[in-house]
């Protein structure tokens, strides 16, 4: 069998020492059988690695934006751009089905330079004049946090998963901790660096979440389409939707 194949720039462009070019068949009966397996999204590396034509690709060196993306252009090359979806208009509160089209879509791919620079990380400078870095995670990062929650959940060892999560991301992201003071703590440990975190200023904090903020990349999901009821212009998000993988037309 001859299937459809096409390559595609990866938005993250080796920010992580990943691929800068991906090329995927389309999907087949293969592929359906992981759809029916868990629904997270785990599904979604699965499906793209199983679609891959190239072999070698270290998905852990991708980002998650990376495999949103993949998901959205293997989904093109499968069954074309459009698919139906439900959405309820914001000015008067019409639910209708649009059409969306995945081609309205705008992909965001680092330029060499962003991508280098956020290799490197960026260093923000605290209200105590300590110099903190801060490098994005990878797909292989989250996927790694996710099975440290997971497990520790299952061992009743988190009095609460959430906030846990939201530290032990912002710790992996904190590549280094150069403090002003010195200090007898080893703040490589995951451990330490989030005691560390836990007693900083909230706009200090601040600073550490919006370090990387100037580094959007990846699929621009936002659509504009007319509300049929109101005629004014709604912003709409393109979901995966079960029309996304299963068109019913
Ligand atoms: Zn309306």
Redesign the pocket.
């Known amino acids: 069998m001859k299937y459809l194949e096409k390559s595609f720039k990866v938005p993250s462009n080796g920010v992580f020492g990943g691929p800068k070019k991906v090329s995927l068949r389309e999907m087949t009966t293969r592929e359906e059988k992981i759809l029916l397996g868990t629904r997270d999204f785990s599904v979604f590396e699965r499906l793209v690695k199983s679609c891959c034509v190239d072999e070698d690709i270290e998905f852990d060196k991708l980002s998650n934006a990376d495999i949103m993306y993949l998901t959205f252009m293997l989904r093109e090359l499968t069954y074309g751009p459009e698919y139906i979806q439900e959405v309820t208009?914001?000015?008067?509160?019409?639910t209708?089905e649009v059409t969306i089209n995945i081609n309205e879509m705008e992909p965001k791919v680092l330029t060499n330079e962003e991508a280098k620079k956020l290799a490197d990380g960026v260093t923000v400078t605290l209200s105590n004049n300590d110099k903190i870095t801060v490098n994005m995670l990878s797909a292989g990062d989250a996927a790694r946090i996710d099975r440290v929650i997971k497990s520790k959940t299952k061992q009743n060892r988190l009095k609460d998963p959430q906030s846990y999560e939201m530290m032990l991301r912002l710790a992996t992201s904190v590549n280094n901790i150069e403090t002003e003071e010195p200090t007898d703590i080893d703040l490589t440990e995951t451990e330490n660096k989030i005691a560390y975190i836990e007693q900083l200023r909230m706009r200090d904090l601040a600073l550490i979440q919006n370090a990387l903020n100037e580094f959007d990349f990846g699929l621009n999901r936002n659509i504009y389409r007319e509300?049929?009821?109101?005629?004014?212009d709604?912003e709409v998000v393109g979901y995966i939707v079960p029309e996304f993988f299963h068109p019913s037309k």
């Open positions: 208009c914001p000015h008067c509160g019409r209708q509300c049929e009821n109101c005629g004014d709604m």
